[in-house]
């Protein structure tokens, strides 16, 4: 991946996660390859789907597109600078992914990742 964002990550707020795994098992064609009480993960063609029981610690609740990025704290301050806000700060979620989200003038959800 080059300098140019890209949406490869996609997470959905749900509310039975047993019943919702069915559901994207079946459309994916594929188990995932997380599986938790508190996340579950799927990673097909490249994309990330990901189930959050309840809208998981960030309170989701519609989908949310995460966009991969090179340097997510020079595009949080791009993006804030052309008016969006940030309502979760860029943070370590392990394996050395920084995850970081905020809305646009609409108050639409919008996600960034950076993997280092």
């Given at each position: 991946?080059?300098?140019t964002?890209?949406i490869?990550?996609v997470?959905?707020?749900v509310t ?8 994207y098992?079946?459309l994916?064609g594929t188990?995932?390859?997380t ?5 579950v993960?799927?990673?097909?063609g490249g994309?990330?789907?990901?189930l959050l029981?309840n809208?998981?610690p960030q ?11 090179p ?7 791009e993006?804030?600078?052309?008016g969006a806000v940030?309502t979760?700060a860029a943070?370590?979620?392990g394996?050395?992914?920084l995850?970081a989200s905020f809305t646009?003038?609409?108050?639409n ?8």
């Open positions: 991946m080059g300098d964002p890209s490869k990550t997470l959905h707020p039975d996660v047993a019943k919702a795994k069915d559901v098992t079946a994916l188990a995932p390859q599986d938790s009480e508190y996340y993960g799927y990673d097909v994309q990330h789907i990901g029981p809208g998981g309170g989701l609740t519609s989908p949310v597109a995460y966009w991969h990025v340097d997510i704290e020079a595009k949080l301050a993006v804030t600078a052309a940030v979760e943070h370590d979620v394996g050395g992914r995850v646009d003038p609409d108050g959800v919008l996600g960034l990742v950076q993997d280092r």
